[in-house]
């Protein structure tokens, strides 16, 4: 019963932090930067002054689609904050930008995060059915279950180990934002605070995560008394 309500409340907190951080972008989406710089533009700007010039930046369906692929090396952006010409997209700019920087730099969580891709990807694609499989023969054939568990804390590590890439990705983006000039001092402070709602989303799935692979811990666990 106790587990069922950690649910819950994982649910409930992950469904306000998604709400706030909507409108915390749609927000300062409304803010112009000084300079009339668009969202690739940040981007173009950030690699060239960190010395990187194979990253390709390209524009992609959706919203909140942003994201970096260290695969081809593509910074990619979602329509609004392609084209967007204001705090949020040249925030969020940043931050993708900031994840090619860390590739650059053979930032060492970045590399061990992309190692782990294919076998959470593998992971992703079969543990719910073999979960579901471990639960319904947990009492004759447990080791379903426990190969469901060790394929969801591949995926439950996955999302520890994006916390500090991600933390670390906006924080070189504030850092060049100011010191490039790119936002003012008023608007460095919505930069930082759309930022660390973005950041708060990880944190939450993390410990979402964490708490739904100790429910089929316990599971297992009963199955063998």
Same mark, same amino acid.
């Given at each position: ?8 409340? /994982? ?92 590739? @650059? ?11 782990? &891709?294919?076998? &959470? ?19 004759? /054939?447990? @080791? ?7 394929? /969801? ?21 504030? &850092? ?43 599971? /297992? ?5």
């Amino acid at each position: 019963m106790n587990m069922w309500i950690l649910f819950i409340a /994982f649910m409930l907190i992950s469904l306000v932090v998604s709400s706030v951080l909507k409108s915390k972008f749609k927000k300062y989406s409304k803010v112009p930067l000084d300079n009339g710089m668009s969202g690739r533009d940040v981007a173009e700007r950030m690699l060239r002054d960190n010395g990187i010039y194979d990253v390709t930046i390209q524009s992609v369906p959706g919203q909140l689609t942003d994201h970096y692929n260290p695969a081809n090396k593509t910074i990619n952006l979602s329509p609004d904050v392609y084209n967007g010409r204001n705090v949020a997209a040249a925030a969020v700019a940043a931050h993708e930008t900031g994840h090619a920087v860390q590739h @650059a730099k053979a930032y060492v969580w970045l590399g061990l995060r992309s190692s782990l &891709v294919p076998v &959470v990807s593998f992971s992703s694609k079969w543990m719910q059915w073999i979960l579901l499989g471990g639960i319904l023969l947990v009492n004759t /054939f447990p @080791a379903l279950l426990l190969a469901g568990i060790l394929l /969801f804390a591949l995926t439950t590590v996955f999302s520890f180990i994006t916390l500090p890439v991600e933390i670390n990705a906006s924080q070189r983006a504030l &850092v060049w934002l100011s010191n490039a000039g790119i936002t003012s001092y008023q608007n460095q402070k919505l930069a930082q605070n759309a930022l660390k709602w973005a950041a708060t989303t990880y944190v939450v799935a993390a410990l979402g995560s964490l708490a739904t692979l100790l429910y089929y811990i316990m599971i /297992f666990n009963g199955s063998r008394r």
